[in-house]
């Protein structure tokens, strides 16, 4: 990519700060910063340190991801993904890491864990009204316009 958003960011821990790994990658891969591996048993979560605080722009949040890889191979994924960095957060980024398989899976220190993807949002200002204009779907969804 050309341009970059500038981020302030502090690295409290021990590894470099995130890196994108293709030319286009979306997501920075996140790194557990641990002192000891922690290891997650079945249906276990646990809150994984990255040692990262970082000051994001007005108007930007950070989404936290799992990695496909690690869902896939070890069914390892994220309690509240995607996760959500406030602009205006300054505390550390931990990632909220849950192991659906059914073995045991150990998180080792430096390992890539989750992936973050910054992207801009709206605010919304509220209008209130009597009717909302009509479309074909209407209020069909769940599956409305799949088989019958
Ligand atoms: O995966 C996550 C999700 C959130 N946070 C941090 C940044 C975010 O800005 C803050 C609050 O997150 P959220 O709004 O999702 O949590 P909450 O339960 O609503 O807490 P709060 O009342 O502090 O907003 O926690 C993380 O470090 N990792
Ligand atoms: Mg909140």
């Known amino acids: ?10 690295n409290l821990g021990k590894h470099p700060l995130p890196a994108y ?7 920075l891969d996140l790194r557990a910063n641990l002192e000891a591996p922690v290891t997650l048993k079945p249906l ?13 722009p007005e108007g930007h949040e ?21 996760g959500t960095i406030d602009a205006d957060y300054r505390g550390e980024i ?4 849950v192991n659906l398989s059914d073995a045991d899976f150990v998180v080792e220190d430096g390992e ?6 910054v992207a801009r949002y709206e605010r919304v200002g509220w209008q209130p009204v009597e009717e909302l204009s009509e479309t074909e779907r209407g209020a069909g969804g769940y599956g409305s316009t799949g088989k019958k």
């Open 1 to 10: 990519m050309k341009s970059t958003l500038p981020v302030k960011v502090i």
């Open 21 to 27: 790994q293709t030319e286009h990658s979306a997501g």
């Open 44 to 56: 276990q979560r646990a809150l994984i340190p990255t040692g990262l605080c970082i000051e994001l």
């Open 62 to 82: 950070a989404q936290i991801r799992p990695r496909s890889g690690l869902a896939f191979k070890h069914g390892i994924s994220i309690v509240n993904t995607p």
């Open 94 to 97: 931990k990632v909220l890491l």
């Open 112 to 117: 890539r864990i989750a992936q973050m993807v």
